[in-house]
């Protein structure tokens, strides 16, 4: 018998079908005796239709207001799966974030979960109940309803995962596992049995979706058992995240493709090539609140330089309109700027002892005539800057170049 946090997302709840072959799925688990608590997402294309109604109501909406809003997607689908594990004989009671009190911080639409009671959910699974909890929300100290991201939920299942010491925790998607690269953009890809941890996180991070960011974050500190597994089969072992590189893995130099259509870049042109001007340009950015990721400051010449650096296609215009009013403070003599990029990263640990990834990278796009605006790198991946329209192709190439559609 064991403790089992299972997340469903948003097609696995996208209708009253879905929703109920969720449900079978949980009875067979309590059938076995098992513990469960389910997290679940709302209907898939609930959020972003929330999103759009907030945005017909105020263009840039209030964040405390928008998370009100935001958040019902989720309340809707725990109270419909209580209801179809009840008409199937299960026991099972849902709970809001707030009714569970999943205490977040303040941020709204980025909130970060500080705490989670467990009192309510422990005497439910006492009671032989299944436990049904909305993902993607949460409450702050003063009671304002909040938002985890885009993606929430995910880590919401893991956060419960790690507060209750379950056994397991399983994401359940509409993939069966997570893959080399996404498999909507290249069929050939192949599911990964077994993912480090440190290279799920590197591919969250650069834009795998599959899983979000602080869901992986969170497993690894509290070393969570997490696995990825499709709830349109009923069978399969998906992916597990792992903590220990395999002999298997070792093989593998590069795991996975990942990509990113959600970035812009910019570039301030002729700034005076002295101490802290890296600092002039991105402070006022960072103090607005925009990430910046890739970040490349060229070789000085005449005592100017040329800086660029992505931040978050969304944020794309806010950070322009702030670099432009404090261009004639930094002395730049031009800024611009392209919101019609990609980021494409080749990710794996076995690149720590392997060379010629790299060159193995910029060759296979050179061959193809796609030029690379920007290059980053750590010790188990390689990020390159494209133009969007080339997205699809340089993973598509990228994905044979490294041999990711055979078989290990
Ligand atoms: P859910 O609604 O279940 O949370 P998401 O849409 O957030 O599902 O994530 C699953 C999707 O992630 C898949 O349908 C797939 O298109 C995408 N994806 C991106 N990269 C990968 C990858 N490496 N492996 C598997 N799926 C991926
Ligand atoms: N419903 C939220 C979203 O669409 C959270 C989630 O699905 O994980 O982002
Ligand atoms: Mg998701």
Known sequence: MALIVQKYGGTSMGSPERIRSV??????????GHDIVVVVSAMSGETNRLIALAREIQAQPDPRELD?????????????????????????RSYTGTQVKILTDTAHTKARIQHIDETAMRADLAAGRVVVVAGFQGVDADGNITTLGRGGSDTTGVALAAALKADECQIYTDVDG???????????????????FEEMLEMASLGSKVLQIRSVEFAGKYKVKLRVLSSFQEEGDGTLITFEEDEAMEKAIISGIAFNRDEARINVIGVPDKPGIAYQILGPVADANVDVDVIIQNVGQDGHTDFSFTVPRGDYQRALGILESVQSHIGAKSISGNDKICKVSVVGVGMRSHVGIASTMF??????????????????????VLDEKYLELAVRVLHKAFGLDQEI
């Open 68 to 92: 009100v809003v935001i958040s019902t997607g989720e309340q809707i689908t725990i109270g419909l799966l209580a209801m179809a594990l009840k008409e199937i004989g299960v026991d099972a």
């Open 363 to 384: 060759r296979t796009l050179a061959e193809e005539g796609i030029n690379i605006q920007m290059i980053s790198t750590s010790e188990i991946k390689i990020s390159v």
């Open 178 to 196: 997570v893959y080399t690269t996404d498999p909507r953009v290249v069929p050939e890809a192949r599911r990964l049995k077994t993912v480090t």
């Open 23 to 32: 449900a079978k799925r949980v009875a067979r688990y309590r059938a076995q």
